[in-house]
């Protein structure tokens, strides 16, 4: 599964220029020009990390972070600016940034800086994580095998693995889970869910997820 980024940059033409570049390194890229604009692709879209301009209309980069983190949501974020005092680099971070990087800047740092921030999401640098039995999952490609044989999952029993995997051992209430899997005009489906839960408990082991009654999911590593 292709993984998605949101771009948040007024300058249309370094916008584009991000845009084509990180595309054709096999990315999907949203583009909003405005912080009111991101907003809403946040919300209507599931986005795998997000690049942001301070400098923006109607709501700035620093705003619109504090905004999305205060709702809970943990995408990463990486902001791209001029502003370039010590000052500015402290409240990008007390925003809820990940990582911060000054214009002009390198495509090719951007794109070190993106991958390396996707990695680190899953808690580990490899792109594949060995689960046992065989089993692999390649966070890349989004692909399940066990001994090298691809193991048919849906796009949402794929997003839910992924999510799984980037919070082992920790409890997934019902609400961050409804929030990963469903998009903007979706309606969130318990029945759904549970059919979900149980194709992922056939393919890597009925243990490894549990059941917390009325709350939510499990991934035991």
């Known amino acids: 599964m292709t993984q998605t980024l949101l771009l948040l940059e007024d300058d249309i033409q370094l916008s584009d220029t991000v845009k084509q570049f990180l595309e054709f390194k096999g990315y999907e890229v949203y583009c909003a020009y405005d912080g009111l604009e991101a907003q809403t692709i946040v919300y209507e879209k599931h986005i795998d990390l997000m690049l942001l ?13 504090k905004k999305v983190r205060s709702e809970g949501k943990d995408i990463p974020a990486i902001f791209i600016t001029s502003l370039n005092s010590v000052e500015d680099v402290e409240e990008g971070f007390s925003s809820g940034c990940d990582d911060y990087i000054r214009k002009p800047f390198a495509l090719k740092e951007l794109l070190v800086r993106v991958e390396s921030l996707l990695k680190r999401s899953f808690g580990t640098y490899d792109e594949k994580i060995d689960l046992g039995e065989g089993l692999l999952f390649d966070t890349k490609e989004m692909i399940l095998t066990q001994h090298n044989n691809r193991i048919p999952l849906k796009t ?38 549970r059919t979900y839960i149980k194709t992922l408990r056939s393919a ?15 991934f035991v590593a």
């Open 53 to 65: 301009d301070v400098k923006v209309p109607h709501l700035n980069g620093f705003e619109f972070l």
């Open 156 to 193: 949402k029993e794929l997003k839910l693995l992924t999510l799984f995997l980037q919070n082992i051992n920790e409890l997934l209430n019902y609400e961050k889970i409804n929030e990963t899997l469903w998009e903007y005009d979706e309606e969130p489906s318990s029945g759904s869910l």
């Open 204 to 218: 890597i082991g009925k243990e490894r997820i549990e059941t917390i009654k009325n709350i939510g999911y499990r």
